[in-house]
């Protein structure tokens, strides 16, 4: 399952990323936010890393309207690695090398079709699981 979430300035592209991702035969489990009324981005990024980090959902997707805010509060959950992409070139390095449990999307940065492509590469890219990487990611878990 994927859990995703955003504020209002990413609420159009969450749900067309939602449906997008339901059309794929995804399980999608959308935490807000629900309308485009202001909100507050920690809420709904932190919500969509507890879902990531209890297992609850394999992976994660936020998205704001630069994708930094959201980012920066999903990556306070412990076990969370969320990472901002605005190309498919990122979005595979970082799953290869990174492990990124989260992706991070700007709704004013990167348009739909983009965000889509994105999005595939994230869900499609296997962590490498080379040493020098584990070794890395374990480093960023470290306190």
Do not use: W
């Amino acid at each position: 399952m994927i859990a995703i979430g955003s504020d209002h300035g990413g609420f159009i592209l969450k749900e067309a990323v939602k449906a997008y991702l339901v059309e794929q035969g995804h399980e999608v489990k959308d935490l807000g936010c629900y309308t485009h009324e202001s909100v507050d981005y920690p809420v709904y990024g932190k919500a969509v890393g507890r879902a990531v980090a209890s297992g609850e959902c394999e992976k994660g997707i936020v998205i704001c309207t630069t994708g930094i805010g959201i980012s920066m509060a999903a990556n306070k959950i412990k076990g969370v690695r969320c990472a901002l992409c605005s190309d498919s070139y990122t979005a595979r390095l970082t799953r290869e090398h990174n492990d990124v449990n989260v992706l991070a999307l700007g709704a004013g940065v990167t348009g739909p079709l983009l965000a889509m492509e994105i999005v595939d590469t994230f869900l499609n890219t296997e962590f490498s699981g080379a040493e020098r990487h584990k070794r890395r990611v374990e480093m960023i878990e470290a306190d």
